[in-house]
């Protein structure tokens, strides 16, 4: 018989490794030759397996090929278990000897286990804040904002978040509250993970406030009840916190008015409690007494800064009130193109010209009454295309009309004062505004250049939006006598967009006939010829028409 030898024979790993693993774990083990003494702790120790937890591998004895009569055992089965053909289990870190006998068969393996390495944590690849766009808000309403993440294994986890706003105010949640400041706003959302983002919120602005009716008779001590509808710059009709207010006469807070006892003319006034949005009705109270659709009423002056015609022109038509009429008869001015309240306003086209002739495009009026004291107001669309023709400064045809106020006729004003605004070229295409007035024997203040520009992108009217223009005018006070009859204490005042644009306060102009006097002004138009022409159709839009008896204390 031949002397047995012992021998640590290196099995190739590929024969390790084709042993598989029903686990789905790749089943590589390191095996170190016993030759070397690595790792070898206890005798008869043949091989050592490197495994990590989770992984088998098939042990083969290195001194029989025979697989039956072997017995397998560990010393530590919690660590590396064996099964009866020697496929061996790393179940948990440490380390384990796996022992095989029997059949002349007696070697034992080094079995080392070690915890898997661990995957890299996750990170966050993309960062956004929904919704990112679109968002439109009036003050007051509320949008709630949420962060999405992509992460790196495509799982999701919990993200913390902290939130801020440039405008309005916006809880840790993400809640964002609109404030009553109208503009583009930024939501920001910072994430732990160090990313960031934005979002924007348009909130709206409020337009106007239409007060319904606009006029109205009643009896003393009737009651009439008013509602308010409005208009945002986003389109919306929500309505805001509103307060009503009267001149004379009570109003309750949801707008019931009640009639005093004393007959004349009114206003109720509804008003934005957080901006400066408002509108004014007029009432005429009369002597009689009942309800505001019976009794009696009387016709009285209307008081000094009261409005006593309004139109914005929403039933597709010219209104007429309280003797004001328009005189104005082409039915396509009144368009639904465009409207700064509802759905109507007045349209002056001005159809392109050849240089050198002349654009038109008018409406006249006539309050119904002569006034030497007179305000009014209107919004006004300047077209985007606005450009004033290039013209010779010194030449015809540089001057476009704006407004005129006069008393009966137009063409002879011989006794009567008329007053017009017109606009003048600038070097740059845009117009210097013109003042003048004028009676049978004076030119009291014109040609009067402003001496800023008046119509232009750097103008007090800019095309391509909506403008406030309003007008206060007062005649000179009348002394008696003849030529030098008036006190030199007329007024006039042009604001654009609340910003007083043109003042004169010492001027000396009225009728030099003294039987006008106090009956200075009934007629006039908007807008007019336009004598230098436009080379390309140039339309313009006039809105929310305010007349007042006086000064509205502007």
Not at 48 to 60: N, P
Not at 70 to 85: D, F, K, M
Not at 344 to 364: C, D, I, T, V
Not at 376 to 390: G, Q, S, T
Request: glycine share 10%.
């Amino acid at each position: 018989m031949f002397p047995l030898k012992r021998y640590a024979v290196a099995l190739p790993l590929c024969a390790l490794a084709a042993c598989g693993s029903d686990r789905g774990v790749n089943p590589v083990a390191e095996k170190v030759a016993a030759d070397s003494g690595a790792g070898i702790a206890s005798p008869n120790v043949v091989s050592r397996f490197d495994l990590l937890v989770g992984q088998r591998v098939t042990i083969k004895p290195r001194t029989t090929t025979r697989t039956s009569r072997l017995r397998w055992s560990s010393n530590n089965a919690g660590v590396a278990g064996v099964n009866s053909t020697g496929t061996v289990t790393a179940n948990a870190t440490g380390t384990a000897t796996v022992t095989v006998s029997g059949g002349w068969v007696a070697e034992n393996y080094t079995v080392a286990v070690t915890a898997p390495a661990a995957p890299p944590a996750p990170t966050v690849t993309s960062f956004t804040l929904q919704p990112a766009t679109g968002v439109s808000l009036l003050p007051g309403q509320t949008q709630q904002f949420a962060p999405a993440a992509s992460w790196s294994d495509d799982r999701q986890y919990p993200l913390s978040v902290t939130y801020s706003a440039t405008g309005g105010t916006i809880s840790s949640t993400g809640l964002f509250t609109a404030g009553n400041t109208a503009g583009r706003f930024s939501v920001i959302a910072t994430c732990v993970c160090g990313l960031v983002a934005t979002s924007t919120v348009d909130v709206g602005q409020l337009t106007t406030l239409r007060i319904s009716p606009k006029t109205v008779a009643l009896a003393a001590g009737a009651t009439q009840q008013f509602a308010t509808t409005a208009l945002w710059s986003t389109g919306a009709t929500t309505l805001p916190p509103i307060s009503y207010s009267a001149s004379v006469g009570t109003v309750s807070p949801s707008g019931l008015y009640t009639a005093p006892s004393t007959p004349g003319t009114y206003r109720v006034i509804v008003a934005h409690t957080n901006g400066s949005a408002r509108d004014t009705a007029l009432v005429t109270v009369g002597g009689g007494t009942g309800t505001g659709d019976g009794g009696t009423t009387t016709t009285t002056t209307t008081p000094s800064g009261a409005m006593f015609f309004s139109d914005d022109f929403d039933n597709g038509q010219r209104n007429t009130a309280n003797g004001f009429r328009w005189l104005g008869t082409a039915p396509d001015m009144i368009s639904n193109q465009m409207a700064f309240n509802g759905t109507h306003s007045m349209m002056f086209q001005y159809n392109a010209k050849p240089f050198g002739e002349s654009a038109w495009a008018e409406e006249r009026f006539d309050m119904g009454r002569y006034l030497s004291e007179l305000a009014f107001e209107y919004m006004i669309f300047v077209p985007a295309n606005y450009k004033h023709r290039n013209v010779p400064a010194n030449g015809a045809g540089t001057n476009n009309k704006f407004f005129s106020l006069w008393r009966d006729n137009y063409a002879d004003n011989t006794g009567s004062w008329q007053i017009s605004v017109g606009w003048l070229r600038t070097n740059d295409y845009e117009s210097y505004a013109a003042m003048h007035t004028t009676t049978a024997s004076c030119n009291c203040i014109g040609p009067y250049a402003y001496p800023q520009k008046f119509i232009g992108a750097n103008a007090a009217l800019k095309p391509g939006q909506w403008s406030r223009v309003r007008v206060y005018v007062k005649a000179a006070t009348y002394r008696g006598g003849n030529n030098d009859a008036f006190t030199s204490n007329g007024v006039i005042k042009m604001w654009i967009n609340n910003t007083l644009f043109y003042s004169a306060s010492n001027v000396d102009f009225s009728n030099n006939n003294p039987n006008f006097v106090g009956t200075t002004l009934r007629n006039g138009y908007l807008m007019g010829f336009a004598n230098t022409g436009f080379d390309e159709t140039t339309v313009f839009f006039i809105d929310a028409v305010r007349f007042y008896a006086g000064n509205p204390g502007w």
